[in-house]
């Protein structure tokens, strides 16, 4: 068996060792699953919705093995719990909207009268879906769960970054056997990513947008749906009549949170210079009283940087920026603590758009900040860039907060409070520009990636006038 050898992310101990399903693998489970997957379609969507439960039931059942798992994965806890948390309550949302969104639509008259017509909802065989590390569990089921509603087998190929969650996983996978009939998950790297993408029907890729375009082109060359959910940096703008301390709070909570590895992390604020000396001062404050979760997993709010790749990444930009001639309000360095590497939460002004900081995605616990003359500036500086995946306005005017908002270049915008996409799953959005491609994720409009739409149009009788 090909194995590889994952890293602790607390400790730096190779302590973990992964399978790598090759294509031989992944080609004889995928056709598995397409045998599956016709009775898991057709026994409807109630029944599908208990099984479903079921499962959730099992992940609640299994919730101290999940969390152990993804504590030795990612290097910290209360993240940890969350994650679990949330994924079961997304599915138990699912569960209850089901039902409606499946309902199998009657005959009505079509626009020319002796026609009838009737939309029917036809899922995908198999739906690939292929996950991250910074939220190993939540993103791996956040596309497959809607889509096993749909009727869709689902194969799973978490990051091999984090992929110990997948024994407990399973464990639970197993209580609910119709459900396991129609989902499999395989472990590997890049390659067996790949291997999915030749061999189903659908992708949904949650990932860097570096590995994103080649999915995408991938998906173009086989005339598949590619759904890709990728990196951004994102912007708030501090308008000059904010309320100074909940924007303070609120950046400070959405720049650090998980140590900034979240996509929709605040990594560019831009503060209007009439409170912008005041908001440095409380941001600072806010931020240099986090500490990091060493040595008790329990205590902190800022964990390890999870994957090894990203140290050397969030080093060199923080060396950048030291370079051209940036201030550090606090912060700065990527520590060695135990093995592990954590970066310290970092706040860096007098910037300039050529920093790589400003540039590209950071992923750590890092923000730097930039001093506009106007509200407009801000706006044209936050667009500057290739990146739109969310972003946030901080106004006491909510007119004002609402035009700037609309003016953002983002598929999502949190009105004084940043990062709300985290947590509020019911509403649309799309990502913009190079962060992401496809319809919504969020929202009742997610189920639509996973079905085709077919239409079914009757003759009621009569000879149509256009026959010869
Ligand atoms: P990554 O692109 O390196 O890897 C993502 C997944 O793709 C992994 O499972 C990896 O094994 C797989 N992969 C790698 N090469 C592949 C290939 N050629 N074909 C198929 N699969 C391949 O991303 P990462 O470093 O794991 O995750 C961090 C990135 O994810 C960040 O850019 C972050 O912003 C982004 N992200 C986006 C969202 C979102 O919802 N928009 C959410 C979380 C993370």
């Given at each position: 068996m090909n194995t590889l050898s994952i890293r602790n992310?607390?400790?730096?101990?190779?302590?973990f060792s992964l399978e790598v399903f090759d294509a031989d693998k992944v080609e004889f489970i995928v056709a598995e699953l397409r045998q599956n997957q016709s009775a898991w379609f057709l026994m409807g969507v109630e029944k599908r919705v208990a099984h479903l439960a079921l499962f959730a039931q099992a992940l609640t059942d299994n919730k101290q093995a999940l969390v152990d798992a993804l504590v030795a994965d990612t290097g910290r806890y209360t993240e940890s719990v969350l994650e679990v948390d949330v994924t079961i309550s997304g599915i138990q949302r699912w569960c209850k909207q089901a039902p409606e969104l499946f309902t199998q639509q009657s005959e009505r008259q079509a626009e020319i009268p002796f026609l009838n017509i009737k939309q029917s909802q036809l899922p995908y065989q198999c739906v690939g879906v292929i996950s991250p590390w910074n939220f190993p569990l939540l993103l791996s089921l956040v596309d497959a769960i809607p889509a096993l509603l749909a009727g869709c087998s689902i194969i799973l190929k978490p990051s091999e970054v984090t992929s110990r969650f997948v024994k407990p996983f399973i464990a639970a996978l197993n209580k609910v056997p119709a459900l396991r009939q129609v989902f499999s998950v395989v472990t590997g790297a890049g390659e067996t990513g790949q291997t999915l993408i030749n061999n189903v029907d659908s992708i949904c890729f949650t990932g860097s947008v570096a590995t994103g375009r080649k999915v995408g082109e991938s998906c173009a060359k086989r005339f598949i749906p590619a759904f890709l959910e990728l990196g951004g940096k994102d912007p708030a703008i501090v308008c000059g009549d904010a309320n100074v301390d909940m924007a303070a709070k609120a950046l400070c909570w959405g720049s650090m949170v998980n140590a900034g590895q979240?996509?929709?992390?605040?990594?560019r604020v831009y503060v209007h210079q009439d409170i912008a000396d005041e908001f440095k001062q409380k941001l600072t404050a806010n931020v240099a009283q986090l500490k990091h979760?060493?040595?008790?997993?329990?205590?902190?709010q800022v964990g390890p940087i999870?994957?090894?790749?990203?140290v050397a990444i969030v080093k060199a930009q923080l060396a950048d920026a030291k370079a051209k001639g940036a201030t550090f309000l606090c912060g700065g360095e990527v520590l060695e603590l135990g093995g592990g590497h954590y970066c310290q939460p970092t706040l860096i002004t007098d910037?300039?758009?050529?920093m790589l900081v400003v540039k590209e995605?950071?992923?750590?616990a890092v923000l730097p900040i930039f001093v506009v003359a106007s509200d407009e500036e801000g706006v044209q500086r936050a667009n500057d860039?290739?990146?739109?995946?969310s972003a946030a306005v901080f106004s006491e005017n909510i007119q004002n907060a609402e035009m700037i908002a609309s003016q953002l270049e983002a598929g999502a915008i949190s009105i004084n409070d940043a990062s709300l996409t985290a947590l509020v799953h019911e509403i649309e959005k799309q990502s913009f520009k190079y962060s992401g491609l496809g319809g919504?994720?969020?929202?009742?409009?997610?189920?639509?990636?996973?079905v085709r739409k077919k239409a079914f149009i009757r003759n009621s009788g009569v000879d149509s006038p256009w026959w010869f």
């Open positions: 992310p607390r400790t730096g101990v190779q302590d979240s996509c929709m992390s605040i990594e979760n060493y040595p008790d997993l329990q205590q902190g999870i994957s090894d790749k990203q910037v300039t758009p050529d995605e950071t992923f750590a860039s290739i990146y739109g995946l919504s994720r969020m929202g009742k409009d997610s189920i639509n990636r996973f």
